[in-house]
């Protein structure tokens, strides 16, 4: 994926050590009227990057499928929203082997009531995993390690837009009031571009 580990304008947000699922075993801070409605994951586009071990299309859509209906299944708002997200790019290099696990999504966001794309671009997150131990981690682990991060940053980047864009509120609501309708029931899946938001650990 050309935009994967290139220069871009984004948000590099540096990931402190530890669990990626730490946070949810934490009181649950609500995210405004968020409730997870429907995930849809779809990898069509997926590309290995550098020296790494093969991981398959349905491992990655079920690693972060679980991700995110891990972290997300804690929010009890009153409206329902979904997540189209489509997994691009991954890099599970082997013990020993110089190089960095890495995982490239694609996310968009939908309101289900107005039947509207939160977001007309994807946003795209990016983890590039700088310190880790690989020794003592098989590459399941490595490919659940990256999907549950990843689902974090997604949380990240809706509490971002929370705070600046009023999302979750009735601010929100009134402003896709007027967006176009989108026909048919089942959920789009993320496009392959958009602005990102990388987490470098």
Same mark, same amino acid.
């Given at each position: ?23 949810? !075993?934490? %009181?649950? /801070? ?17 590309? @290995? ?7 398959? #299309? ?7 499928? @679980? ?8 929010? !009890? ?10 997994? /691009?790019?991954?890099?599970? %290099? ?27 671009? %994807? ?20 490919? &659940? ?6 689902? $974090? ?5 809706? $509490? #971002?837009?929370? /705070? *600046?864009?009023?999302?979750? &509120?009735?601010?929100? !609501? ?11 029931? !089942? ?10 938001? *990388?987490? &470098?650990?």
């Amino acid at each position: 994926m050309r935009h994967f580990l290139v220069a871009l304008p984004l948000l590099l947000a540096l990931a402190a050590c530890g669990s990626s699922t730490r946070d949810l !075993e934490q %009181p649950t /801070e609500p995210l405004g009227d968020f409730r997870i409605g429907h995930i849809g994951v779809v990898a069509p586009n997926l590309q @290995k990057l550098l020296v790494s071990r093969d991981a398959t #299309e349905d491992e990655w859509i079920a690693a972060v499928t @679980k991700a995110l209906g891990d972290r997300f299944s804690r929010f !009890e708002g009153d409206k329902y929203y979904h997540l189209g997200v489509s997994v /691009e790019a991954y890099s599970l %290099p082997p013990p020993i082997i110089p190089g960095k696990s890495a995982l490239a999504l694609n996310v968009t966001l939908w309101d289900d009531a107005a039947r509207a794309k939160m977001n007309p671009e %994807p946003k795209q997150i990016q983890i590039i995993k700088v310190f880790e131990s690989r020794i003592s981690k098989n590459r399941e682990e490595q490919l &659940t390690g990256l999907a549950e991060e990843a689902a $974090r940053y997604v949380e990240v980047w809706l $509490r #971002e837009m929370q /705070e *600046s864009d009023g999302w979750f &509120t009735r601010a929100a !609501e009134a402003s896709l009031s007027a967006a176009p309708e989108v026909s048919g029931t !089942e959920l789009p899946a993320a496009a392959s571009d958009g602005a990102g938001l *990388s987490a &470098t650990r």
